[in-house]
């Protein structure tokens, strides 16, 4: 019989490598906000030169001519005078993917790009939406930025005392009011286990652990609003659209992460592979959705991370994929579906798991089990989602 060939995960961040490539403004080194511009007219800007760093690298060409020219394009934002530059770079957020993406290449400039965002923690250890100098900057801790921050020095491979302070400083604020933080919640922890690993608290594990439950699509975003001081007697407005389900998987391989929550992040990785597959490349969630350069980034972190520890299950992974399967909302299913399905997942997976462990014969009893099972599944969720489901990847 003729093997099956199953797209690993490194095929799926060079098809948006080369969704990258295809619209690369050769001229001024860098991408736009969105991948699905008339080059002609493409605004090269941060976020999206830094998302393509990222993934330049991660596909395996940081030591491309392109990769050079990307990189010192980053490195001049970050010793521009230019009054645009200036007034973007006082932003935290661009500056923490300018540093991922330049660490990401091995640029030197990374390590400026460091030294910046070290001056710009306050003195909680957490980091507010904008520093213009000493004089003007935000006062006040952003959950939402400093959570941004750690990932992206988790993920730049820093470590040390002083972030650890940071992220437990981060998880106090954190449980001062949850259910305002709620609606980015994988971006915070995704930032704290990146940096505590097993360190977290015990409370974290079981926030995230009741998170795992919720139902998550991958169009599920929030919007992130903030005011700015781009010079001394100047204010702006900026928003940051956060793809909260792609930060998932990027602790998909940490200690301490509860089994669901991998779970979790294995569910966002199938459905991202299923629509990169789809859309030739490119993440579009929605069929209005934009193709936007950050989001691409961030899910070839997400498919790196995922890479790394994707052929790890063993027993206790199997046992956290049906206790998961029972527990976790169903988007778009009721509560009775919700049920229905559970019961359907737990009647096969004592089928499957018990038959070749115990050498059993299938008798009436677990043949009707089988057949009922059979039977209601498909009448809940479509045939292709429940035999990936049971059979895993």
């Not at 976790?328 to 798991?353: C, N, Q």
Request: hydrophobic fraction near 40%.
């Amino acid at each position: 019989m003729a093997s099956i060939t199953v797209k690993q995960p490194d095929a799926y961040i060079d098809d948006i490598y080369k969704l990258f490539m295809r619209e690369y403004n050769e001229g001024e080194s860098g991408w736009g906000q969105f991948l699905d511009s008339s080059r002609h007219n493409q605004q090269v800007g941060r976020y999206g030169t830094s998302s393509g760093a990222i993934v330049l690298s991660l596909a395996g060409h940081s030591k491309d001519v392109t990769s050079r020219s990307v990189a010192e394009k980053l490195d001049r934002y970050l010793h521009s005078d230019n009054p645009d530059d200036l007034a973007h770079l006082s932003q935290n957020l661009p500056l923490l993917f300018i540093y991922l993406g330049l660490n990401k290449l091995g640029h030197e400039g990374a390590g400026t790009a460091f030294e910046r965002i070290s001056e710009r923690q306050l003195a909680s250890g957490l980091w507010g939406s904008y520093w213009l100098n000493d004089a003007h900057h935000d006062e006040s801790e952003s959950v939402l930025v400093s959570s941004v921050a750690l990932v992206a020095l988790g993920l730049g491979g820093q470590n040390g005392e002083w972030l650890t302070r940071a992220a437990k400083q981060l998880e106090r604020y954190y449980f001062r009011h949850p259910e305002l933080h709620r609606p980015y919640a994988p971006v915070v922890f995704a930032a704290l286990s990146l940096v505590l690993g097993g360190g977290i608290s015990r409370r974290t594990v079981s926030e995230v652990a009741r998170y795992a439950n919720r139902s998550l699509s991958l169009s599920d975003k929030y919007v992130y609003f903030f005011d700015y001081k781009e010079s001394d007697d100047k204010w702006s407005r900026e928003y940051f659209i956060v793809p909260v389900a792609l930060f998932v998987p990027l602790v998909i391989c940490e200690e301490g992460i509860p089994g669901s929550y991998r779970l979790k992040g294995e569910e966002v990785i199938k459905r991202l592979e299923e629509l990169l597959d789809k859309n030739g490349g490119a993440y579009r969630p929605r069929e209005t959705d934009r193709i936007a350069a950050l989001e691409h980034g961030l899910a070839a972190l997400a498919l790196d991370q995922y890479a790394r520890c994707k052929d790890k299950k063993g027993v206790r992974y199997k046992l956290n994929q049906a206790l998961y399967e029972l527990r976790k909302e169903r988007e778009g299913l009721d509560k009775l579906g919700s049920y229905l399905m559970a019961i359907a997942y737990l009647m096969l997976v004592i089928i499957i798991i018990a038959v070749p462990a115990y050498n059993i014969n299938i008798g009436p009893v677990e043949d009707a089990f089988v057949k009922a099972s059979l039977f209601i599944m498909p009448l809940i969720e479509s045939p292709q989602a429940m035999t990936s489901r049971i059979l895993g990847r």
